[in-house]
């Protein structure tokens, strides 16, 4: 399958703004997506974009998509405390399925 | 709200014995898929659904067999377990995928499986 990389780890503080970057290599993929996994959970669904758009806000959620740099990004306004989790960055091909990167591990500090 | 439910949230087998996963949703979608979460390799496909006793090998086959009988289960087969079959199953359900629509997909809450 398709290659999607993002960073391991990310330490931010409480407040800030986290921002957690993601390639991908497939240009044919229709959505591409942000999941949240807290300890012993399964996959909250955050937010996903259409390959079409090059921005999408949700709340304190923004999605930017550079489609020639294949080139996603989640940045979270005034992080917070329980916004600690593993963030996958995924994208999907035509039928739904989807290819995942490894996840960013993000802790909020006080 | 959606809801996709896998039964079991922690097992433990014994190596070489059978294993059912079971995964229900309760939306009417048509696809269903069968992911394998194991730290460092993020989540890879096992195998997936788009109808009624229609199966996809995806990335990660071998090993496991599926089975949709009906349109809200979906059940995850291991034929004889073994110990690097140990992680976290996750069942994922979405509508048909037609264009700018079905781009929803919901996951369960996973299953531990350890093989001993």
């Known amino acids: 399958g398709e290659d999607v990389e993002q960073s391991l780890f990310l330490s931010v503080r409480e407040g800030d703004s986290s921002v957690i970057n993601c390639t991908y290599t497939?240009?044919?993929?229709?959505?591409l997506y942000w999941y949240k996994q807290e300890p012993g959970a399964g996959l909250q669904l955050l937010t996903y974009?259409?390959?079409?758009?090059d921005m999408k806000q949700d709340q304190r959620l923004t999605v930017l998509l550079n489609k020639k740099d294949k080139h996603l990004s989640l940045r979270i306004a005034d992080t917070q405390t329980g916004d600690s989790a593993i963030y996958f960055c995924?994208?999907?091909?035509?039928?739904?399925?989807?290819?995942f990167g490894a996840g960013t591990q993000v802790v909020v500090t006080p | 709200d959606v809801k996709v439910t896998q039964s079991s949230r922690y097992l433990v087998k014994r190596t070489g014995e059978k294993v059912f996963l079971e995964c229900v949703q309760d939306?009417?979608?048509?696809?269903m898929f069968w992911y394998r979460q194991d730290p460092g390799l993020g989540l890879r496909l096992i195998y997936f659904?788009?109808?009624?006793?229609?199966?996809e090998k995806g990335d990660i086959p071998e090993g496991y067999s599926v089975s949709r009988e009906k349109k809200e289960r979906f059940s995850l087969i291991l034929e004889s377990a073994s110990t690097n079959q140990t992680s976290m199953y996750l069942c994922?359900?979405?509508?048909?995928?037609?264009?700018?629509?079905?781009?929803?997909?919901?996951f369960g809450e996973g299953s531990w499986l350890t093989v001993v």
């Open positions: 995924a994208e999907a091909d035509s039928w739904g399925k989807l290819q």
């Open positions: 939306m009417d979608h048509e696809n």
């Open positions: 974009i259409f390959s079409n758009m």
């Open positions: 994922a359900s979405s509508p048909l995928w037609r264009g700018t629509s079905g781009n929803t997909i919901y």
């Open positions: 659904s788009y109808d009624v006793k229609m199966k």
């Open positions: 497939d240009s044919s993929s229709t959505y």
